[in-house]
């Protein structure tokens, strides 16, 4: 199939990379960011000699071993269970391919990461769907699942809404999925993100595959860093075989980077938390002050939330007018929901009130 615009970066792309650039970028479903000399301080003058005799070579299709047992170590797994992915991306690119089969099926969230049934479809999968609603249950997964299901997808913390599956509802769905030969795919990129009580992984439920990456929890998206978590041996081999016909490796440059990273895991998973909680009690303010405008849920988990417009208008005049204005966020259209918007709170510093009065000023002359 040809696949069609994608209309999420087409907008981020256009005003992220704008000269002048976008003053407040509320857009980002992202955390504050770090720069280079910041994340190698972290390690000190050793690490710095360390990557001086690092050779520029091809890194293990598998991954780097020490970055593999660090990301095993945060979700109670081996190291063997763990396979590095270039991003989400190809570990969404690798799950999909496997899944294809004629007359087979996949169910998704709504809303969704566009790039998820866009994937499905261009290996031939039929794309099911269920409303996410908040909190996540397990029976309006349930419901969407026929005989042809080969694969059930949950994002939890969810992107845009931010809502979350507890856990208790993700192992009564993988038990239930298991129970029919259905593969559970939980996306868990913002982990351990939660406003509320934390969710262990799912990367220890019966035939559930875990994706994580470098971009959203952990702040460092430039790394291109992600990883697919699987105690299927035989599926695994084949998903380590697919990605050779991908992208063969990551670099071994950003994947010694992501080993520093988790060297230092409070320290850049509590970065984002502090920045997330502060911001997100201003936008929670701002949401209510602004009810008459907008429906909203406030998000459970994640860097994000996705408020309707309560009139059903479409948002993206909105936008474009916050963005002139030199606030930026996503119109809910770039997710097939044309009246929301997908609002972040995670990758501002400083700021976050100034770029909440803008909008409110562009509000109510809206």
Not at 150 to 159: G, I, L, Q, S, W
């Amino acid at each position: 199939m040809k696949l069609p615009p994608f209309l999420l970066d087409q907008w981020l792309a256009a005003h992220e990379f704008a000269d002048p650039p976008i003053r407040f970028n509320l857009a980002s479903s992202t955390g504050p960011q770090w720069t280079l000399a910041e994340l190698l301080a972290l390690g000190g003058n050793e690490t710095r000699q360390e990557f001086e005799k690092l050779k520029l070579s091809y890194a293990p299709p598998q991954g780097n071993p020490r970055l593999r047992e660090r990301i095993a170590a945060l979700h109670g797994v081996t190291a063997d269970d763990v396979l590095v992915m270039t991003g989400a991306s190809e570990a969404l690119i690798s799950l999909t391919n496997y899944f294809m089969e004629p007359g087979a099926s996949i169910v998704l969230p709504a809303p969704c990461y566009p790039a998820v049934p866009v994937l499905a479809k261009a290996w031939g999968l039929d794309v099911r769907t269920y409303a996410v609603h908040a909190p996540q249950t397990a029976d309006a997964v349930l419901a969407s699942v026929d005989a042809s299901t080969r694969a059930v997808f949950v994002n939890t913390p969810h992107n845009p809404t931010g809502s979350v599956m507890s856990a208790a509802e993700q192992r009564r769905l993988a038990e239930a999925l298991d129970a029919r030969g259905v593969t559970l795919i939980v996306d868990e990129v913002y982990h351990p993100l939660y406003f509320g009580d934390p969710v262990p992984s799912a990367s220890t439920l019966p035939n559930t595959v875990v994706i994580g990456d470098f971009a959203k929890a952990l702040s460092l998206p430039g790394l291109r860093i992600g990883w697919l978590i699987d105690r299927d041996a035989h599926r695994r081999e084949a998903l380590l075989d697919a990605r050779s016909y991908f992208t063969i490796s990551c670099s071994p440059i950003t994947e010694s980077l992501a080993a520093l990273a988790l060297d230092h895991a409070p320290q850049v998973l509590g970065g984002l938390q502090s920045v997330a909680k502060a911001n997100l009690k201003l936008l929670d303010a701002f949401m209510r002050e602004h009810s008459n405008y907008f429906d909203y849920r406030s998000p459970a988990g994640g860097t994000t939330c996705f408020p309707r417009l309560r009139d059903g208008r479409d948002a993206r005049p909105l936008a474009a007018a916050l963005a002139k204005a030199g606030v930026l966020v996503a119109p809910g259209d770039c997710f097939g929901m044309p009246p929301h918007m997908r609002i972040g709170f995670g990758a501002l510093r400083e700021g976050y009130d100034e770029a909440l009065a803008i909008f409110g000023d562009v509000l109510r002359r809206f």
